[in-house]
């Protein structure tokens, strides 16, 4: 049974920094990927970043490059998503994920491709203030 349980989250000023963690427990596919995700008040949940299970490539949105980055610890089964220079557009509700068959190069910033993703935890706030 997977289980994915984000911690991390809270609240910070503009530019200032979070990293949150995901544990993933019992997600041993080869292929596939971990990822995160977030959802704004009012719009649609978009994804941030991923990284691959099967070479530790990664992508991460436009809105965000630069200044996150995606990372993760196999001893741990843990990913996590460190966040600098933080804004208030930042805000929303953070999701881990994990995917059996993304193909992270391909597929991780599709704009409808979190309604196919296989598991997800329950979501962590992030609020930035100004």
């Given at each position: 049974q997977?289980?994915?349980?984000?911690?991390?989250?809270g609240?910070?000023?503009?530019?200032?920094?979070?990293?949150?963690?995901?544990?993933?427990?019992?997600?041993?596919?080869s292929?596939?990927?971990?990822?995160?995700?977030?959802?704004?008040?009012?719009?649609?949940?978009?994804?941030?970043?991923?990284?691959?299970?099967?070479?530790?490539?990664?992508?991460?949105?436009?809105?965000?490059?630069?200044?996150?980055?995606?990372?993760?610890?196999?001893?741990?089964?843990?990913?996590?998503?460190?966040?600098?220079?933080?804004?208030?557009?930042?805000?929303?509700?953070?999701?881990?994920?994990?995917?059996?068959?993304?193909?992270?190069?391909?597929?991780?910033?599709?704009?409808?491709?979190?309604?196919?993703?296989?598991?997800?935890?329950?979501?962590?706030?992030?609020?930035?203030s100004?």
């Open positions: 997977v289980q994915l349980v984000e911690s991390g989250g609240l910070v000023q503009r530019g200032g920094s979070l990293r949150l963690s995901c544990l993933a427990s019992g997600f041993t596919s292929n596939g990927a971990l990822a995160w995700f977030r959802q704004a008040p009012g719009k649609e949940r978009e994804a941030v970043s991923c990284i691959s299970n099967k070479d530790g490539s990664t992508m991460t949105s436009d809105a965000v490059r630069g200044r996150f980055t995606i990372s993760r610890d196999n001893a741990k089964n843990t990913v996590y998503l460190q966040m600098n220079n933080l804004k208030p557009e930042d805000t929303g509700v953070y999701f881990c994920a994990a995917d059996r068959t993304l193909v992270v190069q391909a597929m991780c910033l599709e704009a409808d491709v979190w309604l196919h993703v296989d598991y997800w935890g329950k979501g962590i706030q992030v609020t930035v100004e």
